[in-house]
């Protein structure tokens, strides 16, 4: 059995892979996060040294977790539609996740991804750091709450500039830096940030999974974050074997099956990398070049805990 654990709403990415699945008539249940534990349930205890637990569905259907083969699931806050204070909803939000966490963190099953294989990218530092142990060369990067630094790194990096970001895992936008920053470099007293050198080139997402397969996506756009830039053009093309083999080396030893690999190419054909995404929004890339992600994903999970006994996905940091 394969269980996808959706955010429901317009959420794209399980419901694709959920119909790659069923049109291979795996026996597969797609469940919505928020369900957990209102409408459905989860029991869990230690019998002799090892995990146990049930889901109880709604429909009346009763699930042994040791039977489930595969996961995927891309957690996020947990909704309620009790009212709470803000104080209550937190300390909800947190049982409510250390329920699902604690039996993704230990089953036997495929978990795309476990929660502690995606914590380097809590810190986009120390995956510039690992990344370069792989070959991959990084952009030339400060971590600061020093205004003067920022400035001494600007006047360095003047030729093609600097951009900023958050240094965390947290969602920004990459912003090109300009001498209008200058004024607000007294905010980073109260609120570290991250600057790094600009690398002319064209941008590549990398959709790597630890199967072997990669799925790489040029990205044309004039802004520093394509992301928001409405004018961008995707396009699947071939990488080098070298950058393949990276990438998967990288991605098993982080303790990932699927990543998204932000690189650029640089004009004279280096690959810089920037980022490894451990929950790659891969639909969005997938609805705009036709790579059949979602299929590669659920042929993954149909091999579960025969992969899984390979050996090959360790996470090492």
Not at 196 to 204: L, M
């Amino acid at each position: 059995m394969i269980l996808l654990i959706g955010e429901g709403g317009q959420e794209r990415m399980s419901k694709a892979i959920l119909s790659a699945l069923q049109e291979r008539e795996e026996d597969v249940i797609w469940l919505d996060q928020n369900t957990l534990p209102v409408d459905n349930t989860i029991s869990i205890r230690v019998v002799d040294g090892k995990l146990q637990g049930r889901l109880y569905l709604k429909d009346k259907m009763e699930i042994d977790l040791d039977d489930i083969n595969g996961i995927y699931t891309r957690l996020s806050y947990l909704q309620t539609d009790l009212n709470l204070n803000s104080a209550q909803k937190d300390f909800m939000q947190a049982e409510r996740a250390i329920a699902i966490e604690l039996w993704l963190e230990h089953t036997d099953a495929m978990v795309i991804n476990r929660i502690k294989s995606q914590r380097t990218n809590g810190s986009k530092l120390l995956q510039t750091w690992i990344v370069e142990q792989y070959g991959f060369k990084v952009p030339e990067s400060l971590l600061t709450n020093d205004p003067e630094k920022v400035k001494e790194f600007y006047e360095a990096n003047k030729k093609h500039g600097i951009i900023y970001k958050s240094a965390s895992g947290e969602r920004s936008m990459v912003t090109k830096f300009t001498e209008e920053d200058f004024e607000r470099l007294v905010n980073l007293k109260s609120c570290p940030s991250l600057f790094q050198k600009i690398v002319p080139g064209i941008d590549i997402r990398i959709h790597t999974l630890a199967s072997g397969e990669v799925f790489p996506t040029e990205i044309r756009s004039e802004s520093s974050d394509y992301r928001y830039d409405s004018e961008r053009m995707l396009e699947p093309i071939k990488i080098p074997e070298k950058v393949k083999e990276t990438c998967v080396n990288l991605t098993r030893d982080l303790g990932l099956y699927i990543s998204g690999i932000d690189t650029r190419r640089s004009p004279d054909g280096e690959f810089y990398c920037f980022e490894v995404n451990p929950s790659p929004a891969f639909y969005w890339y997938e609805a705009q070049t036709g790579q059949p992600i979602s299929e590669a994903v659920a042929e993954l999970l149909i091999k579960g805990k025969d992969f899984v006994k390979k050996g090959l996905v360790k996470r090492k940091y």
